[in-house]
Structures are given as structure tokens and as C-alpha cells.
T-cell receptor, first 114, second 117 residues
Framework: KQEVTQIPAALSVPEGENLVLNCSFTDSAIYNLQWFRQDPGKGLTSLLLIQSSQREQTSGRLNASLDKSSGRSTLYIAASQPGDSATYLCAVSAGETSGSRLTFGEGTQLTVNP | GAVVSQHPSWVICKSGTSVKIECRSLDFQATTMFWYRQFPKQSLMLMATSNEGSKATYEQGVEKDKFLINHASLTLSTLTVTSAHPEDSSFYIC?????????????FGPGTRLTVT
């Protein structure tokens, strides 16, 4: 059974700081890995999708890396801003050929202080 | 592109009644839709996977007779919570995958908050 773990559970940083969120998964047989952002009481916003054959993806101040063999991914946020405050979820896609499924981590709650 | 909507965004119902939640893919055809639930301070848990025109596949521990899923078209899936109880109060989120390719990402709806009184 796939298990996804995110560390730390919560993080508070001053504005402008660079930060790294960690995600690990137990079964390396994945199709892809996604990072999402969730604001309180809201749905999910997809940030980055990394296919299993890729090593990293970048979007603006965000960079996500994937090391499938070791079951790890990191989300790097550069020059953090108060608007980045949210819960960040990591999810891996895996499963049978008849249908894949996403398994989510518990999330990292990020607070960026002005 | 790839927008998924849910209706209603929130609903309050009395214990024992049924409530239906709709999930629509607005600008693409979704061969597969997924339903998740999220309790406060917890992550998303997959409830079921539905492929258009066939019966949904439920995750272990999810009562299929209580959570009825219908995926009648390529743009609409519905989740009906039957005989709702206060413990069913949760945030329900759907997602849709564009095609059969397992590499395609899932696009998520904004969620529906259900409160059972």
C-alpha cells in the first residue's frame, strides 16, 4: 500500500526566505507526482506535475524535484511571500493499468509572515 | 482550460435526508472522475473512482449503498449521500481526468462542504 509522508507538518518563515518542503513515498512504481496548494476551506490548485521519467519541473518561483528511486520529492519556494501561505499537498499517482489513483500526503501548512 | 465545477459549494441538510452533489468538467470530456472526502485538518481520502458508463469502484471501507455515484456522461458525475448522518459532515472534492492515459493529471473541483444537522 502506497504511503505518502510530508515533512514538516507546519512551517512558519519570514517573508523573503527560500524554503523547501519534503515529500516521501513508499512505493517507487508511480506514474507521476503532483504538488498542490489548498487555501482554507477551498479546493486544490495544482502547482506542478512531474512525470515519473522527469527529474524536475519549474513554474515561476516554484521548483519541484523528483527522485523516484529513493521515493522523494521536494518543493522549493524562492523568495516567499505572505500570499504563499497555504497548505501544500503532495500526491503520487500509481495503480493498475485499469485505473490509477492519487495518494495524498497529510500536507505542510505554510505561514509566511510579513 | 481543464475546469471542473461542483454544485452546490455548500449544503446543510437534516439527519436522515439525502443530498446530491454534482461534479462537471466544463471544457473537456472526463472519461474518469474521482470523489474524495476531507475531514478538518486532514488530507484527502479517495472514496471512489468512476468511469463513464460503468459502475463506480469504491475504496475499502466506503459504503457503496450510502454513497451513490453516477457517471452518466463524459462531463457529469454525481455523488448522492443517502440517509445522511452528522458523521458524514465533511468536505467532498471531485476530480476529473481528461482521458484514458494514466499519465494525464487530475483536475480538481472547488469542493462541497456538507453539514448534517
Amino acid at each position: 500500500k502506497q504511503e505518502v509522508t510530508q515533512i514538516p507538518a507546519a512551517l512558519s518563515v519570514p517573508e523573503g526566505e527560500n524554503l523547501v518542503l519534503n515529500c516521501s513515498f513508499t512505493d517507487s512504481a508511480i506514474y507521476n507526482l503532483q504538488w498542490f496548494r489548498q487555501d482554507p476551506g477551498k479546493g486544490l490548485t495544482s502547482l506542478l506535475l512531474i512525470q515519473s521519467s522527469q527529474r524536475e519541473q519549474t513554474s515561476g518561483r516554484l521548483n519541484a524535484s523528483l527522485d523516484k528511486s529513493s521515493g522523494r520529492s521536494t518543493l522549493y519556494i524562492a523568495a516567499s511571500q505572505p500570499g504563499d501561505s497555504a497548505t501544500y499537498l503532495c500526491a503520487v499517482s500509481a495503480g493498475e493499468t485499469s485505473g490509477s489513483r492519487l495518494t495524498f500526503g497529510e500536507g505542510t501548512q505554510l505561514t509566511v509572515n510579513p | 482550460g481543464a475546469v471542473v465545477s461542483q454544485h452546490p459549494s455548500w449544503v446543510i441538510c437534516k439527519s436522515g435526508t439525502s443530498v446530491k452533489i454534482e461534479c462537471r468538467s466544463l471544457d473537456f470530456q472526463a472519461t474518469t472522475m474521482f470523489w474524495y472526502r476531507q475531514f478538518p485538518k486532514q488530507s484527502l481520502m479517495l472514496m471512489a473512482t468512476s468511469n463513464e458508463g460503468s459502475k463506480a469502484t469504491y475504496e475499502q471501507g466506503v459504503e457503496k449503498d450510502k454513497f451513490l455515484i453516477n457517471h452518466a456522461s463524459l462531463t457529469l458525475s454525481t455523488l448522492t449521500v443517502t440517509s445522511a448522518h452528522p458523521e458524514d459532515s465533511s468536505f467532498y472534492i471531485c476530480s476529473a481526468r481528461r482521458g484514458w492515459n494514466l499519465l494525464y493529471e487530475q483536475y480538481f473541483g472547488p469542493g462541497t462542504r456538507l453539514t448534517v444537522t
